[in-house]
Nanobody, 118 residues
Framework: QVQLVESGGGLVQAGGSLRLSCAAS????????MGWYRQAPGKQRELVAG???????NYADSVRGRFSISRDNAKNVIYLQMNSLKPEDTAVYYC????????????WGQGTQVTVSS
């Protein structure tokens, strides 16, 4: 069964750091670009960062320079290192498989809550 399982969310003070992980099962990891999305209360889900199998990346303007996406192809895991966190980064963060870096998600994880206190 193909699954994406996120971990690493939690509560952190503004200015702090967190690292999210997403473990992928099956062949989905080897065949796809991957991405992190987030959804804050009352807002639409938005792309945070994406990465191709070869390591090409893209970022939302709001997180560029603070967040870093990476992947370990041997372990079928992607990471989102989040530094200099702000209260506006508070959201549920979702891992997703994508057909391409610019394409829509095709598979979602269950999400992990990130809360940044001021």
């Amino acid at each position: 069964q193909v699954q994406l399982v996120e971990s690493g969310g939690g509560l952190v003070q503004a200015g702090g750091s967190l690292r999210l992980s997403c473990a992928a099962s099956g062949s989905i990891f080897s065949a796809n670009a991957m991405g992190w999305y987030r959804q804050a209360p009352g807002k639409q889900r938005e792309l945070v960062a994406g990465i191709t199998r070869g390591g090409l990346t893209n970022y939302a303007d709001s997180v560029r320079g603070r967040f870093s996406i990476s992947r370990d192809n041997a372990k079928n895991v992607i990471y989102l290192q989040m530094n200099s966190l702000k209260p506006e980064d508070t959201a549920v963060y979702y891992c997703a498989a994508k057909s391409s870096l610019s394409g829509p998600p095709t598979l979602w994880g269950q999400g992990t809550q990130v809360t940044v206190s001021s």
